[in-house]
Structures are given as C-alpha cells and as structure tokens.
C-alpha cells in the first residue's frame, strides 16, 4: 500500500511538474514553434537561458525585421524594447520555417543580451552561448538544409571549437565585423 502511495504521489508530481513548466512557457511567447523551441531548451535543462528571460520578462516572437530598419531585414533576431519599454526577441520571419533546434539557439544567443547597450563581451558571450547550444541541440541523424542560418550555426561551432584561451575566434569575428563595430561603439534599443 506504501509503495503504492509513493508511485502515485510520483507519478502526479510528474505530470504536475510538466504542466506548470508549459504554463510558465506561455510567459514567454504566444507561437507554437517558439514554445516548443523553449520546451527544447528546458528538456536539456537550459535554466541560464530561463534565468535570463524572466530576468527581463522578455517576451519573444517572430516579426518581419526589415520594418525595423532596412539594416535588420537579413538579421536572425534581435533584443529590443517595444513601445511600451517592454523587453522583447524578435526573431526575423525569414526564419519562421528553421528547425525548432535552430530556433533554440536563436533564443539562447538573444536572451544574453542584458545591457542597453551591448558590449564586445556581451556579444561574445551571446554567440558563445548560441555555438554551444548548437553543438547540443543539433540532430546529428538528419541533413539540415543549406540555409543561412544553418550555415552561421556550423560557422560559429567551428570558430568556438578552434578557439584557445589565448586566441577567441568568436571575439576575432566580431571585433572584425563592420556591422558590430557600428553598433558596438553606439548601438541604442529601439522602439517598434
């Protein structure tokens, strides 16, 4: 009769746990594809990227970047205010069809944007974060199509995985890029 008691005090614990870690996904986002981008990284036990969102109350979703700026049209996502000040990820629609693995990383790299403004070392955090989860998340079963962001992710666990302690690769890269070289010295969020 214990043992009985233990089983189903377990087995209500499990599906307990599992619908409030759902519930609290719905903070996050209103799209089917981002939460189950989300589930991803909550299975695998991503609470750095959970402490970073709930940190900012960052809500995330898809929207066409290029009505931003014509600048952000071909960029992957995005960490900006709304109108309101509210912190959110926008994750560009050109990717909307991506792998939820994909989708994952995009996420990682967006929720370690903190600051307002963003630094050399928050930007190579956030694409150190992002190679990572890569490295973890990707199916090694399956053929990913030959997109731009398949390509980025490859690029960037190539770059982290040759990296050492006295040469960052991922740094280099950034340091190196005119875009980041701009918005580093005077990137502002802005306002949609």
Request: hydrophobic share 40%; glycine share 2%.
């Amino acid at each position: 009769m214990f043992k009985r008691l233990i089983v189903l005090l377990a087995c209500l614990f499990v599906v307990f746990s599992s619908q409030v870690s759902a519930m609290n996904l719905n903070r996050f986002t209103e799209d089917v594809k981002i939460k189950s981008a989300l589930e991803m990284l909550d299975d695998i036990g991503a609470n750095e990227i959970f402490d970073n969102l709930m940190e900012n109350s960052v809500k995330i979703r898809f929207y066409d970047l290029g009505q931003i700026s014509y600048g952000y049209k071909d960029h992957f996502a995005i960490n900006t205010t709304d109108t309101w000040g509210n912190r959110v990820i926008l994750i560009n629609t050109k990717y909307q069809n991506a792998p939820i693995e994909q989708i994952a990383c995009l996420i990682a790299h967006e929720s370690c944007h903190k600051a307002a403004v963003a630094t050399l070392a928050e930007e190579t955090t956030a694409t150190r974060k992002e190679a990572q989860y890569w490295t973890v998340l990707k199916n090694r079963n399956i053929s990913y199509a030959d997109t731009a962001l398949t390509r980025r992710l490859n690029n960037l666990v190539n770059l982290e995985s040759t990296s050492t302690v006295d040469h960052d690769y991922i740094q280099e890269r950034i340091s190196n890029s005119s875009f980041y070289q701009n918005q580093l010295a005077v990137r502002e969020r802005r306002a949609f």
